[in-house]
């Protein structure tokens, strides 16, 4: 009896033994937890580096007590010091004086997007603010190197619904009106001699005229026209397709889909109408802003967006130059900035499991020297790569998007029946696209797989593609989303019991559309920011959209003439349908999605003792800006996700 418990005995140690030695090595093998604070908190993070035009500083966004605020350096040298102190939401929009005295930025307050311009001198740390105007939003329009001390911008100052032109005198700050908006128009467009000579009006229907003048004293003459189908949407904060004039101000630059599916970059003849294509693709749109030749403002090349980023060369000595610039790193190229001699250029690099890297090369000194990682923390981890997808939509369309594999234990290493969260983009008239995403790179490394959809309604894929998700809010664009999860679930990449869906703005619609509409097919939804009740939220979009209504209207619906059917695509109405928790996420400062289509699904929610949570901003806008916001924030989100899908967590 004692020799078999003894035996016994020997037996359950060797088992422990076995069992402990398996838990060692998974704990070994287990890719380590990345900080919340290493990817949201701003750690070491210096991104956006701009060379001064006369070449001989760089300015970057770089945190000072972990706000990000403008650092300047001298380059060769090791000199790096902050030039501004902000202790709110930081600067994120800058650019260089052309004598390189000093930096123009903007800001708003807690996310209100009533931007400010400012300006700092480099060398005294002087500010000024060209624009102290409350309830007005300030944008820049043209500011070009001949007329180095004068900058058009454009403010709805006068009519808050509309945005006349202003020249600023920037050694004065003298502000004097040029253009008065009739009412009608969204977009200006300047010549190099800062002389609006074009604009944008739009129509009721959603289309858009483009008128054009041959001086500043000659009248206005319709050039083009774009119907609804044709029109692009470039609303909210993204630019213009009508892009610039050529040097001798005879032809204008622009994007056009007239008469072919997708954008193509062309330039018109203004005295003829005369269009002269210059790229074009049959599948994907020219939707990258062009590289100029300074002084002549002809276009040296253009990026656009495939599965990655594609450059066409108009240049061959620049073509030529990004061979060689291709061999200093991997990923995509983007160029930063470049000085005004064109002899210094600052480029990136675009990774999908590494972030930024940037480089300086002087070209009439055959020098290259890199600068830095963005965040060069995350050196100490190892990133997921991203997939780009393509599948079938249940009508037969191609739909396109991303797909990143989670790096954490070995039970994940044959890529099966992994808990999934799908990552919906906002706009929704955008799309997402390949690279480093610190959301993704988030999930990835909590033990998620995560797919991001380009669904019906998205840009870059033509204006067929974009068109057909015109009032198919909640219908064929969620059945877009619907569809790549059942792919995922289809290609056994995807556990169909433990899928969430998480977006923004748009995003944060159909994370709420998903829980309502397809409540059988997600654990839990996160909801950022995202629209309720499309009635409510068309009615209140920002006063100074008013020349992009007809746009909404006509893709997403009339909520004066079509109540019932946006009724029918809200789901405040449809909440007796869900049954997973939600996490509903909100800034009480938000100018596109008021703070009530948030409030009222939670109390919506609350009345019908759903399971949900709330998180409210107080100081924050469309989006989570401030650091201990976005810390907050992804705290919450990665334990409400843990607790559903049971993926890993930072405590």
């Known amino acids: 009896m004692l020799a078999f418990k003894k035996t016994l005995g020997l037996f359950l140690i060797g088992i422990l033994a076995t069992f402990f030695a398996i838990v060692i090595k998974t704990q070994k093998s287990k890719c380590p937890l990345i900080p919340r ?49 902000d202790t709110k939401q930081g600067i994120s929009w800058y650019q260089w004086s052309w004598d390189s005295s000093s930096i123009f930025y903007r800001q708003d307050l807690n996310g209100n997007q009533n931007w400010r311009i400012y300006n700092i001198n480099i060398n005294d740390g002087t500010i000024r603010e060209y624009t102290p105007f409350d309830n007005v939003q300030a944008l820049p329009i043209k500011y070009v190197k001949e007329f180095p001390y004068r900058m058009l911008i454009k403010m709805n100052k006068r009519d808050i619904k509309v945005h006349d032109v202003y020249e600023l005198n920037i050694k004065t700050g003298e502000l004097n009106l040029i253009e008065e908006n009739p009412g009608n128009v969204q977009d200006w467009i300047s010549d190099n001699d800062l002389i609006i000579r074009a604009k944008v009006a739009t129509l009721t229907d959603g289309g858009f005229n483009l008128f054009v003048r041959d001086s500043k004293e000659s009248d206005w003459r319709l050039l083009a026209n774009w119907t609804s189908e044709d029109a692009m949407p470039s609303v909210v904060t ?7 004039f050529s040097a001798d101000g005879k032809f204008l630059f622009l994007k056009d889909a007239r008469n072919r599916n997708t954008k193509a970059y062309v330039k018109i003849n203004i005295a003829t109408g005369e269009i002269i294509p210059l790229v074009e693709d049959d599948i994907y749109d020219i939707e990258g802003l062009p590289l100029y030749n300074l002084d002549t403002y002809e276009p040296l090349a253009i990026s656009y967006f495939k599965d990655r980023i594609n450059w066409v060369f108009f240049d061959k000595k620049l073509q030529d130059t990004f061979s060689t610039i291709r061999s200093l790193d991997s990923g995509d190229i983007t160029i930063e900035s470049r000085s005004l001699d064109s002899n210094s250029w600052i480029v990136g690099f675009n990774k999908d499991n590494y972030s930024l890297s940037y480089w300086l090369i002087e070209i009439n000194k055959g020098n290259v020297s890199f600068l830095f990682d963005s965040q060069p923390s995350l050196k100490n981890f190892k990133l997921s790569s991203m997939e780009p997808i393509t599948f079938t939509a249940r009508d037969g369309l191609s739909i396109h998007g991303y797909l990143t594999y989670p790096i954490n234990t070995n039970k994940y290493a044959n890529k099966k029946n992994l808990p999934l969260v799908v990552m919906v983009h906002g706009g929704p008239w955008y799309r997402d696209i390949w690279g480093f995403n610190e959301e993704v790179q988030w999930l990835a490394n909590r033990g998620y797989a995560v797919l991001q959809v380009n669904f019906r309604g998205s840009t870059g894929y033509g204006k067929a593609f974009l068109n057909a998700g015109n009032k198919q809010w909640g219908r064929a664009m969620q059945n877009d989303i619907t569809d790549a999860v059942h792919w995922a679930i289809n290609k056994e990449i995807a556990d169909p019991k433990k899928i969430a869906i998480y977006g923004v703005s748009y995003g944060g619609y159909a994370s709420l559309a998903g ?14 920011v995202g629209p309720s009740n499309l009635v409510t939220c068309l009615k209140s979009l920002p006063t100074y959209w008013s020349t992009q209504i007809a746009i909404w209207y006509n893709r997403v619906g009339n909520p004066y003439t079509e109540q019932e059917f946006l009724n029918s695509i809200s789901p405040l109405f449809h909440v007796d349908a869900i049954k997973i928790p939600i996490l509903v996420v909100h800034g009480a400062n938000d100018p596109r999605i008021k703070l009530a289509e948030s409030e009222q699904i939670v109390a919506a929610m609350k009345a019908k003792k759903l399971e949900y949570e709330y998180l409210l901003f107080a100081n924050e806008g469309h989006g989570l800006v401030k650091p201990e916001n976005k810390l907050k924030f992804y705290k919450a989100a990665e334990h409400f996700l843990a607790k559903h899908l049971g993926g890993r967590y930072e405590s």
Not at 238 to 244: A, G, K, Q, V
């Open 37 to 85: 604070k290493v990817l949201f908190g701003n750690i070491n993070k210096r991104i956006y580096p701009r060379i001064s035009p006369d070449g001989s500083f760089i300015l970057y966004n770089a945190p000072v007590n972990n706000i990000m605020n403008l650092w300047l350096k001298s380059v060769g040298k090791d000199d790096d010091k902050p030039i501004t102190f």
């Open 238 to 244: 993204r630019s213009s397709d009508i892009l610039n």
């Open 515 to 528: 829980a309502t509409f397809t409540p059988d097919l997600y654990q839990c939804a996160i909801d950022v």
